[in-house]
Protein backbone atom coordinates (compact mmCIF):
# COMPACT_ATOMS: atom_id res chain seq x y z
CA UNK A 1 0.00 0.00 0.00
CA UNK A 2 2.83 2.31 0.64
CA UNK A 3 4.33 2.04 -2.85
CA UNK A 4 0.79 2.75 -4.60
CA UNK A 5 0.43 5.69 -2.20
CA UNK A 6 4.28 6.67 -3.08
CA UNK A 7 3.23 6.32 -6.55
CA UNK A 8 0.68 8.62 -6.19
CA UNK A 9 2.11 11.72 -4.97
CA UNK A 10 5.19 10.78 -7.91
CA UNK A 11 2.03 11.65 -10.22
CA UNK A 12 0.65 14.37 -8.39
CA UNK A 13 4.02 16.12 -8.67
CA UNK A 14 3.70 15.35 -12.33
CA UNK A 15 0.61 17.09 -12.28
CA UNK A 16 1.43 19.75 -10.19
CA UNK A 17 5.21 20.73 -12.32
CA UNK A 18 2.99 20.83 -15.34
CA UNK A 19 0.61 22.97 -13.99
CA UNK A 20 3.54 25.14 -12.71
CA UNK A 21 5.33 25.63 -15.80
CA UNK A 22 2.92 25.06 -18.99
CA UNK A 23 0.56 27.62 -19.43
CA UNK A 24 -1.23 25.36 -22.64
CA UNK A 25 -1.85 22.60 -20.00
CA UNK A 26 -3.06 25.66 -17.08
CA UNK A 27 -5.43 26.66 -20.63
CA UNK A 28 -6.72 23.33 -21.02
CA UNK A 29 -7.05 22.55 -17.76
CA UNK A 30 -9.44 25.69 -17.71
CA UNK A 31 -11.57 24.83 -21.14
CA UNK A 32 -11.97 21.34 -19.38
CA UNK A 33 -13.21 22.55 -16.20
CA UNK A 34 -16.44 24.49 -18.07
CA UNK A 35 -16.89 21.78 -20.77
CA UNK A 36 -16.55 18.73 -18.37
CA UNK A 37 -19.74 19.80 -16.75
CA UNK A 38 -21.65 21.23 -19.87
CA UNK A 39 -21.04 17.46 -21.00
CA UNK A 40 -22.86 15.89 -17.65
CA UNK A 41 -26.15 18.56 -18.70
CA UNK A 42 -26.25 17.93 -22.03
CA UNK A 43 -29.09 16.11 -22.77
CA UNK A 44 -27.61 13.69 -24.75
CA UNK A 45 -26.51 9.82 -23.97
CA UNK A 46 -24.54 8.45 -21.18
CA UNK A 47 -21.85 7.04 -23.94
CA UNK A 48 -21.70 10.39 -25.52
CA UNK A 49 -21.23 12.36 -22.06
CA UNK A 50 -18.24 9.42 -22.01
CA UNK A 51 -16.92 10.05 -24.97
CA UNK A 52 -17.16 14.37 -24.26
CA UNK A 53 -15.43 13.71 -21.18
CA UNK A 54 -12.92 10.90 -21.85
CA UNK A 55 -11.90 12.96 -25.16
CA UNK A 56 -10.99 15.69 -22.96
CA UNK A 57 -8.71 13.52 -20.60
CA UNK A 58 -6.97 12.70 -23.40
CA UNK A 59 -5.96 16.48 -24.43
CA UNK A 60 -4.64 16.15 -21.08
CA UNK A 61 -2.73 13.25 -20.89
CA UNK A 62 -1.16 13.99 -24.17
CA UNK A 63 0.27 17.48 -22.83
CA UNK A 64 1.25 15.94 -20.05
CA UNK A 65 3.31 13.23 -22.40
CA UNK A 66 4.03 15.92 -24.53
CA UNK A 67 5.69 18.17 -21.48
CA UNK A 68 7.29 14.89 -20.39
CA UNK A 69 9.03 14.54 -23.41
CA UNK A 70 10.40 18.31 -23.47
CA UNK A 71 11.61 18.19 -19.98
CA UNK A 72 13.89 14.90 -21.09
CA UNK A 73 15.19 16.38 -24.17
CA UNK A 74 15.93 19.98 -22.63
CA UNK A 75 17.54 17.52 -19.76
CA UNK A 76 19.79 15.73 -22.30
CA UNK A 77 20.95 18.99 -23.69
CA UNK A 78 20.15 22.67 -24.64
CA UNK A 79 21.89 22.33 -27.61
CA UNK A 80 20.10 22.43 -31.00
CA UNK A 81 19.47 19.16 -32.82
CA UNK A 82 17.94 17.97 -35.48
CA UNK A 83 16.70 14.62 -33.29
CA UNK A 84 16.00 16.98 -30.29
CA UNK A 85 13.32 19.04 -32.28
CA UNK A 86 11.88 15.46 -34.18
CA UNK A 87 10.70 14.57 -30.52
CA UNK A 88 9.44 17.74 -29.20
CA UNK A 89 7.44 17.99 -32.93
CA UNK A 90 6.08 14.61 -32.19
CA UNK A 91 5.11 14.84 -29.04
CA UNK A 92 3.71 18.37 -29.98
CA UNK A 93 1.36 16.27 -32.87
CA UNK A 94 0.49 13.61 -30.28
CA UNK A 95 -1.28 17.24 -28.41
CA UNK A 96 -2.88 18.52 -31.61
CA UNK A 97 -4.46 14.65 -32.24
CA UNK A 98 -5.89 15.10 -29.26
CA UNK A 99 -7.56 18.55 -29.44
CA UNK A 100 -8.56 17.47 -33.06
CA UNK A 101 -9.94 14.05 -31.83
CA UNK A 102 -11.93 16.24 -28.98
CA UNK A 103 -12.85 19.01 -31.25
CA UNK A 104 -14.62 16.29 -34.00
CA UNK A 105 -15.98 14.25 -31.31
CA UNK A 106 -17.46 16.94 -29.59
CA UNK A 107 -19.03 18.51 -33.11
CA UNK A 108 -20.22 15.40 -34.64
CA UNK A 109 -22.33 14.46 -31.04
CA UNK A 110 -23.67 18.05 -31.01
CA UNK A 111 -24.79 17.69 -34.13
CA UNK A 112 -26.65 14.49 -33.89
CA UNK A 113 -28.22 15.59 -30.82
CA UNK A 114 -29.27 18.69 -32.70
CA UNK A 115 -30.62 17.31 -36.26
CA UNK A 116 -31.54 13.90 -35.30
Known amino acids: MKRVYQALLYS ?3 IKFTI ?5 F ?3 LAICAILMPTAII ?3 SIIAKI ?7 LILIAELINTAIEVSINRI ?3 KHPLSKH ?3 IGSSVVL ?7 FTWVIILIYRLFV
Open 20 to 24: QSEKA
Open 26 to 28: REE
Open 12 to 14: LDG
Open 97 to 103: LAILNSF
Open 51 to 57: LMINSLV
Open 42 to 44: LDV
Open 87 to 89: AKD
Open 77 to 79: SKE
